[in-house]
């Protein structure tokens, strides 16, 4: 899942999202310089932008959430991984909650198919 991540100071990034809940998520981004590194400053502000789709007749739902650091910390490969608080609008909190319930769902069907009996 592609994220484009706005920063107070103007900076922004593509990442991929790694982790998403109601209250956070965390992102992937790839091949960053040391000077975009440290405009990952805890506490700064940001813009999220990203598409989940979440009925399959239906386009992708754009959500557009203000969000803070928690965290960015670089991780092998020259990857660096993003911790942000999000606070979405009552919307797109009752949105999120669905896709995830929907791919816990899926998860759980993958692993444990009806008719198996266990």
Do not use: C, M, W
Request: aromatic share 6%; charged share 20%.
């Amino acid at each position: 899942l592609s994220i484009r991540i706005h920063i107070e100071d103007g900076d922004q990034f593509e990442g991929i999202v790694h982790d998403l809940s109601n209250d956070g998520i965390s992102i992937l981004i790839n091949d960053l310089s040391p000077a975009h590194r440290d405009s990952l400053r805890p506490g700064s502000s940001t813009r999220l932008l990203f598409a989940l789709q979440l009925n399959p007749i239906e386009p992708h739902h754009i959500f557009n959430l203000p969000g803070k650091i928690i965290y960015a910390n670089p991780i092998e490969d020259n990857k660096t991984l993003i911790g942000l608080q999000i606070f979405p609008v009552l919307e797109d909190q009752a949105l999120l909650r669905r896709y995830i319930f929907d791919r816990q769902t899926e998860i759980f069907q993958t692993v444990n198919p009806p008719g198996r009996g266990d």
